[in-house]
């Protein structure tokens, strides 16, 4: 039976599409969703930006979420992929285990990890959540099941990770935690003056396992990029304190606040984000060392339920890039220009290092990343297509799994292994049964 059409969006609320919605508890229900005449893509908990998990018929895998395997003594565990990171992490952190990879929400689910290939803060060092699977079942659009790795069926492997979600349906994901001895961070905070001070302090602090920074983006003359960074570490237990010795791996829950309703559209604006920016920058002191719990380290914004909300009902735009180190610094210097020129800051502006990776269409690439959020508002595209020229000049790319309306042609000059993907996608997914309206924009099946 077709359920009634709704109307879905994923976390940044644009864009709005009517869909139907289709879930299941098993995976034997499957061949009865997978109708060959049916377009169609796997939507887990919605938390991507953009278009990515969108498609006129949407699975929803929030259902199929059951741990199948784990291993307590050598850290390996398999699951469903419906499973929310913070399921996960509620169970793994009592035994000493923690996820490899984590982005800054806990509220994603592990096939939107692997379609999205999802980095963290450590990507300099231990890579994305690619890295760290050992193998996934994949059932395509044949209704076969496929276990892939990479050792086996390797270019589905490959297409399936950073692949949103076109290879097929991911089933179950197995992979390797990381040991921790305490749910705590060792954290080093370092205020900066400009954007050459925080790239330096990413090479001083390369060897930190998690390194990240907030940047005032509308700063400009020698204050340009003037930033606060984090370095941090899995906290050992002779360094907490008594009291927090006697629960080391304590399940930090922190009490929530909530935006309840679409803020209207003139609270965004140049000068409250310069306040916000201000604010920020001024209350971090210039060098400062801490322990802090897992979820103030790894998910801040997670404590502020519907914070998508603060950007109004027309929703906003992440917009994430990633430029090589040769040309990075440069790079960064011509968008933080135009931004400031433009007048329009981003309360988010996060920037981190990545290290070497082997993809298609993963986003890592060795170099410095920076996520921005910008209201939609009228002119809006028309600025980041700007944006998009630089970042191609300078050889880098756009996050797909955070993307609303970028073209073909950026896409093409952006990605280098688009038509070997291409050719891996129609060999599984002859007949485009799942695409997304991503897909259909970037034409990415074409």
């Not at 790239?199 to 001083?204: C, G, P, S, T, V």
């Not at 690439?365 to 921005?372: F, H, I, K, S, Y």
Request: hydrophobic residues 40%.
């Amino acid at each position: 039976m077709i359920p009634a059409k709704k109307n879905i969006a994923n976390w940044n609320n644009y864009p709005v599409v009517p869909a139907n919605e289709f879930s299941f508890d098993y995976s034997e229900e499957l061949p009865f969703l997978l109708e060959p005449a049916k377009s169609m893509i796997a939507r887990g908990n919605g938390r991507c930006y953009g278009d990515a998990s969108l498609s006129e018929n949407v699975i929803s895998t929030l259902k199929y979420h059951h741990i199948l395997f784990f291993d307590k003594e050598n850290g390996i565990i398999e699951c469903e992929s419906g499973i929310l990171f913070k399921d996960l992490i509620d169970f793994l952190i009592p035994g000493g285990w923690f996820l490899p990879v984590t982005p800054g929400t806990k509220f994603i689910t592990l096939g939107g990890a692997v379609a999205s290939d999802v980095h963290g803060k450590n990507h300099h060092k231990e890579g994305s959540f690619s890295e760290h699977i050992l193998e996934l079942k994949l059932m395509t659009a044949d209704q076969e099941i496929f276990t892939v790795s990479k050792h086996q069926n390797t270019d589905l492997f490959f297409a399936t990770v950073g692949g949103m979600g076109l290879s097929g349906l991911i089933l179950s994901v197995k992979f390797r935690l990381k040991k921790i001895k305490t749910a705590y961070i060792s954290q080093k905070q370092i205020r900066t003056k400009n954007l050459d001070e925080v790239i330096e302090l990413f090479e001083e602090y390369k060897n930190f396992t998690y390194t990240m920074a907030w940047i005032d983006c509308l700063q400009q003359g020698h204050k340009q990029g003037r930033s606060v960074m984090f370095a941090g570490e899995h906290t050992k237990i002779e360094e907490l304190t008594v009291s927090q010795q006697k629960r080391p791996l304590q399940i930090h829950s922190r009490k929530s606040l909530s935006v309840p309703f679409n803020l209207p559209a003139f609270v965004l604006n140049q000068s409250s984000v310069k306040l916000f920016n201000s604010m920020y920058y001024g209350m971090h002191r210039t060098k400062q060392n801490a322990i802090i719990d897992y979820d103030s380290f790894f998910f801040p914004l997670d404590s502020i339920l519907h914070w998508n909300k603060m950007y109004g009902k027309s929703g906003f735009i992440q917009y994430q890039f990633v430029l090589p180190i040769s040309d990075g610094s440069e790079g960064l210097k011509k968008i933080l220009n135009k931004i400031s020129e433009k007048g329009w800051g981003s309360f988010l502006a996060v920037l981190k290092l990545f290290g070497k990776q082997k993809s298609l269409i993963s986003f890592p690439m060795e170099g410095l990343t920076l996520a921005l959020d910008f209201p939609i508002r009228k002119g809006i595209f028309e600025f980041l297509n700007e944006l998009d020229v630089i970042v191609i000049d300078h050889g880098g790319r756009i996050y797909l799994s955070k993307d609303a309306r970028m073209n073909r042609e950026t896409y093409l000059k952006t990605y280098q292994n688009a038509e070997e993907f291409q050719r891996i996608i129609k060999k599984y997914n002859p007949g485009t049964q799942f695409e997304s309206y991503l897909s259909k924009r970037l034409g990415l099946l074409d």
